[in-house]
């Protein structure tokens, strides 16, 4: 055999040889680092789950569908779009590997001590439970079953997420953020007040047939139309509670600055918001509402476009 066809043969034997290696390799880390079974944490039949449990030591999270809607601890109405997004991520999530055996007892550890209990409640009876926590830096999510100190890495497959940080959520951060929902057809008046300059109180009102904004004799009628309409509806961007925030509760104590008041012919509609001076370096003014002894935070360059004076509602000479 000649020298040239040695060489090809040997250059033949080496690439079988470097394949058949990457195979065994492959395989090998394969099952290290694979799931028996991707959906092991999943929910495939979403439309049966009624009852969704998450606890931390943070606290308890209990949403609960009740005529088709879903409530949170049994008190208030839950924001329905997030229920909906945790609902397809209870769908879609897939257990991508296996936490390497190495560090498998310390991540376990850390999702029994830090993470968050979430059990799945449908037709009658339990249907998953299970641990789902984060690293540290919030971009690698774990879910572990209950019985287990077996943690798997999950992910929903074609989406760059942090799939725990929807159980991470308070329980206020679940509630529907909705604070009023008035029109021009249903609102009777609407008040803005400035403890301080009430040279610049606004007041809208029935006026019978329509409505009028007390004082100003050339209404400018499209602007107080879209100033009413940006009140359909008013959101807070975070409720929080007392207690939770010890600088908001000192503020509380103090003089609030701006009270808006709204009358609808909807009773659920008709709230007093008290706003109160913002804190240094902070984006978010705290509001209180009484009718619902409720603290709710608005992002302040949002919140002072509803602060309106007269001379805004009033048209300009012809």
Known sequence: MSLRKKNIRLLILLGAFISASLILAVMGNKSFSTVDNKEGFSVQDTSAVDKIIITSANGKVELNRENGAWKINGSYVAEQNMVRVLLAILKDVEAIRNVPKTSAPEVATMIRTSG????????????????????????????????????????????????????????????NRTIL????????????????????????????????????????????????????????????DK?????????????????????????????????????????????????????ALFEARRIQNYFAVPEEFTAPLK
């Open 116 to 175: 968050n209990a979430v059990e799945i409640h449908g037709n009658g009876g339990l249907l998953k439970s299970f641990y789902a926590a984060g690293n540290s830096n919030k971009t690698v999510s774990y879910m572990m079953e209950t019985d287990s100190d077996a943690p798997v890495v999950v992910a929903i497959p074609g989406y760059e997420n942090y799939v725990a940080g929807i159980f991470e959520i308070p329980a206020n951060g679940w509630r």
């Open 181 to 240: 929902n008035t029109n021009y057809r249903t609102l009777q008046e609407l008040t803005v007040k400035y403890t301080q300059f009430p040279q610049y109180d606004v007041r809208i009102y029935n006026n019978v047939d329509f409505l009028n904004v007390e004082g100003v004799n050339r209404l400018d009628t499209i602007k107080m139309m879209n100033y009413i309409e940006s009140f359909g509806p008013l959101e807070a961007d975070r409720l929080t």
């Open 243 to 295: 207690g939770a925030y010890p600088r908001y509760d000192s503020l509380l104590n103090t003089p609030f600055t701006v009270t808006i008041s709204v009358k609808d012919i909807q009773p659920k509609n008709s709230r007093t918001i008290d706003f109160f001076p913002l804190i240094a370096n902070d984006p978010m003014m705290l509001g209180y509402v009484r009718e619902d002894d409720q603290m």
